[in-house]
Nanobody, 113 residues
Framework: VQLQASGGGLVQAGGSLRLSCAASGSTFIIDNFGWYRQAPGKQRELVAVISSGGSTTYTDSVKGRFTISRDTAKETVFLQMDSLKIEDTAVYYC????????WGQGTQVTVSS
């Protein structure tokens, strides 16, 4: 399974970004689809995940600001990030769970003051 992430960039605090991650090459249904992030000097943390049934889970720090969604037909997951904070600055990695866990390349999100 190949994952192609896009949508990162530089934004001012309070702004918005939308990340996308498209999967290809999977012969199995993607169960969980989501995003981790890793800030400099910190461990990678789960940001949000959406199941094949549409159930969503968010880390506490992004609840109410980030929204995860997926287009099952296109095997794409989205992360709408609103009210961005400086502490959201990190490299964001998408992942897909389809019998095994697959990772996309990271996309940098930088939030400036």
């Amino acid at each position: 399974v190949q994952l192609q992430a896009s949508g990162g960039g530089l934004v001012q605090a309070g702004g918005s970004l939308r990340l996308s991650c498209a999967a290809s090459g999977s012969t199995f249904i993607i169960d969980n689809f989501g995003w981790y992030r890793q800030a400099p000097g910190k461990q990678r943390e789960l940001v949000a995940v959406i199941s094949s049934g549409g159930s969503t889970t968010y880390t506490d720090s992004v609840k109410g600001r980030f929204t995860i969604s997926r287009d099952t037909a296109k095997e794409t997951v989205f992360l709408q990030m609103d009210s961005l904070k400086i502490e959201d600055t990190a490299v964001y990695y998408c992942f897909a769970e389809a019998r095994a866990i697959y990772w996309g390349q990271g996309t940098q999100v930088t939030v400036s003051s």
